[in-house]
T-cell receptor
């Protein structure tokens, strides 16, 4: 397993367009997290999945954002009607929760979104 | 709520100097504490962690001790190398409703010069 992979690594889009990012977690991991990191800040939690169920969404996740993990494997994060304020690095992380113990979160390299 | 405050950078040190990056936290509940490192062009990597008071996490010569009385988790290394140049993030995780989401500080950029 090569770790958490994210695609694309970079995305430039015009304001108002829709974009979709993909995350492939470590194969045996049942938890998947999305974070957003803006310049000069630490990552901020957006949402997470336990298998295919989306269990929590941050207030940062406006109604223009939607995330899915349809078969409990890869996940997609879609942003509709992008705004310049959406420009950021979008990070995906995965972990394994077993018997109430969560392993460390492994992060992908992120997708850098620039909205022009 | 939960929050992490870490010393602002950038920090520039000469090779073999002693490193301290301060980190303090506030948390509802009993957090686990982490230091993550982000090398240029790479993703976040876990550097070390501590899950209960007085635990010391260590890895690659870095150490941090979970101090509940001062709500701190300062990162230290006795002798830094050029290869340690990176951005370091302090983070906490609380099992609130089982989410284990991470709350990060803003990061501290370290540059080590030969």
């Amino acid at each position: 397993d090569t770790g958490v992979s994210q695609d694309p690594r970079h995305k430039i889009t015009k304001r108002g367009q829709n974009v979709t990012f993909r995350c492939d977690p470590i194969s045996e991991h049942n938890r998947l997290y999305w974070y957003r990191q803006t310049l000069g800040q630490g990552p901020e939690f957006l949402t997470y999945f336990q298998n295919e169920a989306q269990l929590e969404k941050s207030r940062l996740l406006s109604d223009r954002f939607s995330a899915e993990r349809p078969k409990g494997s890869f996940s997609t994060l879609e942003i509709q009607r992008t705004e310049q304020g959406d420009s950021a690095m979008y990070l995906c992380a995965s972990s394994l929760l077993v018997a109430g113990v969560n392993t460390e979160a492994f992060f992908g390299q992120g997708t850098r979104l620039t909205v022009v | 709520g939960n929050s992490v405050t870490q010393m602002e950078g950038p920090v520039t040190l000469s090779e073999e100097a002693f490193l301290t990056i301060n980190c303090t936290y506030t948390a509802t509940g009993y957090p686990s504490l982490f230091w993550y490192v982000q090398y240029p062009g790479e993703g976040l990597q876990l550097l070390l962690k501590a899950t209960k008071a007085d635990d010391k996490g260590s890895n690659k010569g870095f150490e941090a001790t979970y101090r509940k009385e001062t709500t701190s988790f300062h990162l230290e290394k006795g002798s830094v190398q050029v290869s340690d140049s990176a951005v370091y993030f302090c983070a906490l995780s609380v099992s609130r409703a089982g989410s284990y989401q991470l709350t990060f500080g803003k990061g501290t950029k370290l540059s080590v010069i030969p």
